[in-house]
C-alpha cells in the first residue's frame, strides 16, 4: 500500500504544484485521478515517480518510509516519450529486456500494432506512439504503473480498447490514471480522485483489508549493444559537420603525435647499418663524436680508447691465421681465459688447441703437443689439447698471450697505406679466406685479379693518387707506402681496377694480413680511427659510446637525424594544440549529440536504464569517428613518412639508398590508440556529466 503524509511541491518560483495532499492507494486496482489542467495531478505523478520529488511530507510505503517510488513504478507521459529514431520493437526491448518474443508479439496484437513492429517510431501517428509507451509500461516488470493522460491522442473506439486494457490488466498490479474524462474514468473505476488547485477536494478511493504484500523491485538495466550502436550511428547521421570536423583535428593530432613519436624513436645505429648494408661497405672506422659540437673528433686518442666500451672492440669468433712448416692454417675462433678448463692452466707464450686443429698436426692429435707455430712475429708453443671442442678449430690462450698477438689477426681485412703527400688512411682489403663476413669477389671495371705475389688490383679512388687513370693503370708499377710500427714500401704491379676494396693474390694476403693486419687497437690508433667488421649491435654499442662511423654518408645522415630531431619541440607544440581542439571538437560535437538527444536521455533514465549504460553510445559515437581516425592515420603515416624519406634522401643525394628515418613502430600504434581514447574520453564525459547531474523531468522537458 502507498500512502503520502503531509506532501507538497513547492517550485522554485513560489508556483505551488500540490499541498497538504494525504491519500493512501491499494496495491493493485485501477485508481483515477480527475482534475482539470494545471490542478497538480502530473505534479503528484512525477513525485511519487521519482523524476521529481516533494518539497515537504513523506511517502510510507508497504509500511515503510521512502523518498520516493522511483525503482517500483513504471510511466506513461502525456505526451509519449520514446526513441524517436529507433523501431517499436527496439523500444520495447530496451525498456523491458527479459521480454520474449512470444509476449512481445502477443502484446503488439492486443494493442492492434503487430504490423507497426519494426517500423521506426517518428513515422507512426500520436495516438500510435501513445499505445507503444502504454505497452512499454505494462511489459516492464513493476507492480505500479502511472500513466498520465494516456488516452489523449486517440480516438473514442481506441480509448475503449485502452481501458479495457488497463482494467484487465490492473487485476494484478496498481494502475493510477490521470484523465480530463470523468465519465469515461468512472466507467471503468470506481476508486478516484479528484484534485483542484494542488489539492484532493474529493476521495474516492476504497481501500480493501490488508493484505500481504511483497512489492517487486525493478532492477536497473543497460542498453543491449547493438541497440547502443544504432545510437551511435544515428547521432553522427545527425551531426555530419560536426562529426567531419571531429575527424579533421582528431586525424591531425594524431598524425602529428604519430610522426613526433618516428622521430623520437628514430636509431642512429639502425640508420647507418641500413645504409651501409645497401652501399655494401665491408668495414667501418669508428671515430669520437662530440655531442656539443655535433662532429666527430680529428683523432682518437688514448684517453677516448679507454672510455670505449669493450663489447665494441672483440676478438672472439674471428679469422686467425698462423704458420707451421711453412704452411698457413686458418682458426675459426679465439677463446682468451686464464682457465679455460679446471685442468689445464696456460703460460704466457703457450696455447691449447682443439682436436679438431691438432688433426692437422699429423696422424695422431697428441703429435702436435710441443710443436711451435708462427703468428707473425711471434712464436707460440701448443701445451695441450682440449678435447671436448671437436665443432670448431680454437685456439685459447691466456690475456697476455692474447695481447701480443693484436695485429696478427685477419678480422678487419684492412691495411694501412700512405701514398704522395696523403695521410695515412686504412684500405679494405679483399679476403678470399675471412670466414665470418665472406663476401663475394669485388667487380672489376678493367684488369683481372691478381695471380701472384707483388700483383695487384686498386680500388677506383686511389687511381687519382698516382696520376693514373682507368685506361692506363694496367701493368703500371706502383709503390704503396704500408704502415706497420713504420712505414714498409712495397712495390706492386697493376693488373685491375675494382669499385672499392684493394686486392692482393691469395698466396699473399693471407701472410700479408697476418703479419701487417691493422685490427690492433694500438695500431688504429694511431691511424686516427679504430677499423672493424660491423653490425647493427656493434654500431649501436659504439654510438652508445659516443663513437660514429667515418664515412661519406656520416655528414649526410647526422644531418638529417638532427634536422628531424629538432622538428620534435615543434610538432610537441603543435600536436598539443591539436589535442586541445580535438578535446573542444569532441566536447563540442558530444554536446551538440547530447542536447540533440536530451529527451532520449530523459526517457532512458524514465525506464531504469543505468547512466553508464547511456553514456556508452555516446561514447560508441565517437569512439567510431575515433577508430576510423586511427585506422586512416596508420594506413597514410607509412606514405607520409616514405614520402618524407625519399624527399630528404633526394635533396641530401642519397636518393640510391632506401633510407628509413621515420617509421611505424607497433608501440606508437598502441600510443595512438590510448591518446585517442584519452581525448575522447575527456570530450565525451564532461557535457554528459552536465547532464546528468539534472533530474529526469527537467531532463524530458527540456527545463
Known amino acids: 500500500m502507498i500512502e503520502l503524509r503531509n506532501c507538497q511541491k513547492i517550485y522554485p518560483n513560489g508556483h505551488i504544484g500540490i499541498k497538504d495532499v494525504n491519500v493512501s492507494f491499494p496495491t493493485k486496482g485501477l485508481v483515477g485521478i480527475y482534475g482539470k489542467s494545471g490542478c497538480g495531478k502530473t505534479t503528484l505523478f512525477n513525485c511519487i515517480a521519482g523524476v521529481d520529488k516533494f518539497t515537504k511530507g513523506k511517502i510510507v510505503f508497504n509500511g515503510k518510509e521512502a523518498l520516493h517510488l522511483y525503482n517500483y513504478t513504471a510511466i506513461v507521459f502525456q505526451e509519449s516519450k520514446l526513441l524517436e529514431e529507433m523501431t517499436v520493437a527496439a523500444n520495447l526491448i530496451i525498456a523491458c529486456p527479459n521480454t520474449s518474443e512470444t509476449d512481445l508479439d502477443s502484446m503488439l496484437k492486443k494493442f492492434d500494432l503487430y504490423e507497426y513492429k519494426n517500423e521506426k517510431v517518428h513515422s507512426m501517428s500520436a495516438g500510435e506512439r501513445q499505445r507503444v509507451e502504454i505497452m512499454r509500461s505494462l511489459l516492464q516488470e513493476t507492480d505500479i504503473i502511472l500513466c498520465d493522460e494516456p488516452t489523449t491522442n486517440l480516438d473514442e473506439e481506441n480509448k475503449e480498447i485502452i481501458f479495457r486494457l488497463l482494467k484487465e490488466y490492473s487485476q494484478e498490479k496498481l494502475i493510477l490514471v490521470i484523465s480530463h474524462d470523468r465519465e469515461l474514468l468512472q466507467q471503468y473505476t470506481k476508486d478516484f480522485l479528484v484534485i483542484d488547485k494542488g489539492m484532493i477536494v474529493e476521495n474516492h478511493i476504497q481501500i480493501p483489508s490488508h493484505e500481504a504484500y511483497e512489492p517487486k523491485k525493478m532492477a536497473s538495466k543497460g542498453i543491449p549493444l547493438k541497440y547502443s550502436a544504432r545510437m551511435a550511428l544515428n547521432n553522427i547521421k545527425r551531426n555530419k559537420f560536426k562529426s567531419v570536423m571531429t575527424f579533421v583535428f582528431l586525424f591531425l593530432s ?51 680508447i679507454q672510455t670505449l666500451d669493450p663489447e665494441i672492440i672483440s676478438y672472439d669468433d674471428v679469422t686467425f691465421a698462423y704458420k707451421y712448416k711453412n704452411k698457413t692454417y686458418y682458426v675459426d675462433s679465439i677463446w682468451k681465459s686464464n682457465k679455460p678448463n679446471a685442468n689445464y692452466t696456460m703460460m704466457e707464450d703457450e696455447i691449447y688447441i682443439s682436436e679438431k686443429l691438432a688433426a692437422s698436426f699429423g696422424n695422431h692429435a697428441k703429435d702436435a703437443i710441443g710443436q711451435d707455430i708462427d703468428v707473425g712475429t711471434l712464436t707460440l708453443t701448443i701445451k695441450g689439447i682440449l678435447p671436448d671442442t671437436k665443432e670448431a678449430s680454437i685456439l685459447f690462450m691466456n690475456e697476455n698471450t692474447f695481447e701480443k698477438t693484436k695485429g696478427n689477426y685477419l678480422w678487419n681485412d684492412c691495411i694501412s697505406l700512405s701514398y704522395g703527400s696523403y695521410e695515412v688512411r686504412s684500405v679494405e682489403v679483399y679476403n678470399p679466406c675471412h670466414i665470418l663476413f665472406a663476401k663475394n669477389e669485388p667487380t672489376y671495371i678493367v684488369g683481372k685479379k691478381p695471380e701472384a705475389k707483388q700483383e695487384i688490383a686498386l680500388p677506383k679512388y686511389l687511381l687519382n693518387q698516382y696520376n693514373l687513370t682507368l685506361e692506363n693503370a694496367i701493368g703500371k708499377s706502383i709503390v704503396l707506402n704500408i704502415k706497420t710500427k713504420e712505414m714498409l714500401p712495397m712495390e706492386y704491379t ?182 585517442s581514447i584519452g581525448i575522447t574520453f575527456v570530450g565525451v564525459m564532461i557535457p554528459f556529466i552536465n547532464i546528468s547531474r539534472k533530474k529526469a523531468i527537467d531532463i524530458l522537458y527540456d527545463r
Not at 265 to 284: A, D, P, R
Not at 603 to 624: D, G, Q
Open 494 to 675: 697493376i693488373t685491375g681496377v675494382t669499385y672499392e676494396n684493394l686486392v692482393l693474390s691469395d698466396e699473399e694476403v693471407f701472410d700479408f694480413l697476418a703479419k701487417y693486419g691493422c685490427n690492433s687497437v694500438e695500431v688504429s690508433a694511431s691511424l686516427g680511427m679504430i677499423t672493424l667488421a660491423y653490425s647493427e649491435k656493434l654500431i649501436h654499442q659504439a654510438i652508445l659510446s659516443n663513437y660514429l662511423p667515418v664515412h661519406d654518408l656520416t655528414d649526410t645522415v647526422l644531418r638529417i637525424y638532427y634536422m628531424l630531431q629538432g622538428f620534435i619541440p615543434f610538432l610537441s607544440i603543435i600536436a598539443g594544440i591539436l589535442i586541445i581542439i580535438s578535446i573542444f571538437t569532441i566536447l563540442n560535437s558530444a554536446n551538440s549529440s547530447i542536447m540533440k538527444n536530451k529527451k532520449n536521455i530523459g526517457v532512458l533514465l524514465s525506464i531504469k536504464i543505468r547512466k553508464p549504460s547511456i553514456l556508452t553510445s555516446f561514447w560508441m559515437e565517437h569512439l567510431i569517428i575515433g577508430s576510423i581516425t586511427v585506422l586512416i592515420t596508420f594506413l597514410l603515416s607509412p606514405i607520409l613518412f616514405s614520402y618524407i624519406n625519399s624527399a630528404m634522401a633526394k635533396a641530401t643525394l642519397l636518393d640510391n639508398l632506401d633510407l628509413s628515418f621515420m617509421q611505424l613502430k607497433y608501440w606508437i600504434f598502441f600510443v595512438v590508440i590510448l591518446i
Open 254 to 304: 594524431l598524425l602529428m603525435i604519430t610522426a613526433m613519436f618516428s622521430i623520437m624513436n628514430m636509431e642512429l645505429s639502425q640508420i647507418f647499418y641500413e645504409s651501409f648494408k645497401e652501399k655494401e661497405v665491408g668495414y667501418i672506422n669508428l671515430k669520437p663524436f662530440d655531442e656539443e659540437t655535433k662532429h666527430l673528433k680529428e683523432d682518437v686518442t688514448e684517453e677516448d
